[in-house]
Structures are given as C-alpha cells and as structure tokens.
C-alpha cells in the first residue's frame, strides 16, 4: 500500500519561506517519478514541479527561480522549497508518484496522491 504525506504548509507573508515535505511509504521515492501540483480554490489542480527518479527536474513557469523541489531517497521524501512567495501561491499542495518514466505535468498520469497541505500567503 502506497501512501504519501505531505506536511509542512502553514500561513506565510508574501515575500517569505515555506518547506514542504512529502514521506512516502512502500519505498516508491527512488523508483517513481515524484510530482508537486496545488489547488486554488474553484480552480483545477495545477503543475508545480516534477522530479525523475534519474535527477530530471522541471517546474512551471509561475514557480521557476522562487521553488526548489529535491528528494532523499534514504529517508523517502520530497522536498518543495518556496521562497518569495506570492499571494497566487496560495492553495492546497498536493505530492503525486507515477511509474511512468514521463509523465510530464498532467494530474491524470500520476498514479498515487497525498492529502494535501494547505499553504495560504498573505499580501
């Protein structure tokens, strides 16, 4: 059984830090492309960034330069550093696995979720 918890979101001011984290059990972190979207409210879920297991790493555009996903494989977890937030960061994140090579930035090829963490950023 797969299962994968985020944590780390919280209130933010615009302009500073947050570090989400997302453990993985069943030890999928090194052999699944791991993923990050988020949700605004009545907005479809959206691509954040997405990490190989080969070390390909690719973000949106929204997030590139402020947004640093890693992972630890020893400690099966994904990390989302956000700095410089903005008001439009706000929403609730979620982390994906897929065991697909390329799943590319589609919510519907990710394969596992977890439940979310809210992150709200305040102007």
């Known amino acids: 059984q797969v299962q994968l918890i985020e944590s780390g979101g919280g209130l933010v001011q615009a302009g500073g830090s947050l570090r989400l984290s997302c453990r993985a059990s069943?030890?999928?972190?090194?052999?699944?492309?791991m993923a990050w979207f988020r949700q605004a409210p009545g907005k479809d879920r959206e691509f954040v960034g997405v990490?190989?297991?080969?070390?390909?790493?690719h973000y949106a555009d929204a997030v590139k330069g402020r947004f640093t996903a890693s992972r630890d494989n020893a400690d099966d977890t994904i990390y989302l550093q956000m700095n410089n937030t903005k008001p439009g960061d706000t929403g609730g994140y979620y982390c994906?696995?897929?065991?697909?090579?390329?799943?590319?930035?589609?919510?519907?090829?990710?394969?596992?979720w977890g439940q979310g963490t809210q992150v709200t950023v305040s102007s």
């Open positions: 990490l190989s297991w080969m070390g390909f790493i």
């Open positions: 069943g030890h999928i972190i090194s052999t699944s492309t």
């Open positions: 994906a696995a897929s065991r697909e090579y390329g799943p590319g930035e589609s919510a519907e090829n990710y394969d596992y």
